[in-house]
């Protein structure tokens, strides 16, 4: 988790959107981590950024159950 922020920063996120945008990224990477379960050494939480001029996209993935 505290890897993914910096990244963002080191990628060029910009000033004025840095405190949501890392708010909102800690929230799902947080979530990622409490609900996956334990992860065995071949499952990871993957975090993929997409930055733009006009938006910011972050996507994490984890081999949680899921929901309905």
């Given at each position: 988790m505290r890897a993914a922020?910096?990244?963002l920063r080191q990628?060029?996120?910009?000033?004025?959107?840095?405190h949501t945008v890392s708010l909102l990224t800690s929230e799902l990477v947080g979530n990622a981590v409490r609900h996956a379960g334990p992860l065995n050494p071949t499952e990871r939480i993957v975090f993929h950024a997409r930055l733009s001029d006009d938006h910011v996209r972050v996507e994490v993935a984890d081999?949680?159950?899921?929901?309905?």
């Open positions: 922020r910096p990244a990628r060029g996120l910009r000033p004025d959107l840095d081999h949680g159950p899921g929901f309905d």
